[in-house]
């Protein structure tokens, strides 16, 4: 697609459910970056996919976050048992490489979850 | 200490004028420098990066890295009320350009 592209735009959610949030990054873009976002404050890193795997999973919080990106296009970020603090915009970028040239990240437009 | 520090602003700058933005570092192997813009309720949009100690130009932004003082700036010349956003500096600490650290923003409210 042209631009990097988020499902849902807008998730309510009570508090101890399953929330899943879809990415679709730019085509023939091989890395992928998820990153959250709270009020006032820069994005913050979640995880890196290369391909398939997860790069680099340092900045996921705890063990209820999770990610995907089976085909290596697609990723989907999972969250069990939310609670209220997980609430923020949830933002996915997309480069073409990981390092060196062309490997600056475009953001999509990002979920924002509110969790009640 | 934060990693990446902006002041939060509201930068005020009536138009026409130079909007002058800065933000500090505090990991000196920081590789790869990044300013975002914001537009309240939208994703950060990518307006400049810099790689190398010293200016780089593109239209009316000039991005100004110095590695010694671990300083960014970023120059918007002829500002404009549509540049009225948040900006982001973001750093890049390990190579992998996209595993960004972002300071907090600086408001810019550009007048009439």
């Known amino acids: 697609g042209a631009g990097v592209s988020q499902t849902p735009s807008n998730k309510v959610t009570e508090k101890g459910k399953y929330v899943e949030l879809r990415c679709d990054p730019i085509?023939?873009?091989?890395?992928l970056y998820w990153y959250r976002q709270s009020l006032g404050q820069g994005p913050e890193f979640l995880i890196y996919f290369q391909g398939t795997g997860a790069a680099d999973d340092s900045g996921l919080p705890n063990d209820r976050f999770f990610a995907v990106r089976p085909e290596g296009s697609v990723s989907t970020l999972k969250i069990q048992r939310t609670e209220r603090g997980d609430s923020a915009v949830y933002l996915c970028?997309?480069?073409?490489?990981?390092?060196?040239?062309?490997?600056?990240?475009?953001f999509g437009q990002g979920t924002r979850l509110t969790v009640v | 200490q934060k990693e990446v520090e902006q002041n939060s602003g509201p930068l005020s700058v009536p138009e026409g004028a130079i909007a002058s933005l800065n933000c500090t570092y505090s990991?000196?192997?920081?590789?790869?420098f990044f300013w975002y813009r914001q537009y309240s309720g939208k994703s950060p949009e990518l307006i400049m990066f810099?790689?190398?100690?010293g200016d780089k130009e593109d239209g009316r932004f000039t991005a100004q890295l110095n590695k010694a003082s671990q300083y960014v700036s970023l120059l918007i010349r002829d500002s404009q009320p549509s540049d009225s956003a948040t900006y982001l500096c973001?750093?890049?600490?390990?190579?992998?350009?996209?595993?960004?650290?972002f300071g907090t923003g600086t408001r810019l409210q550009v007048t009439l």
């Open positions: 810099i790689y190398s100690n």
């Open positions: 973001a750093v890049n600490q390990d190579g992998t350009a996209s595993k960004l650290t």
């Open positions: 970028a997309s480069s073409l490489r990981p390092r060196g040239t062309r490997a600056e990240a475009f």
């Open positions: 085509s023939g873009h091989t890395a």
């Open positions: 990991d000196r192997g920081s590789q790869s």
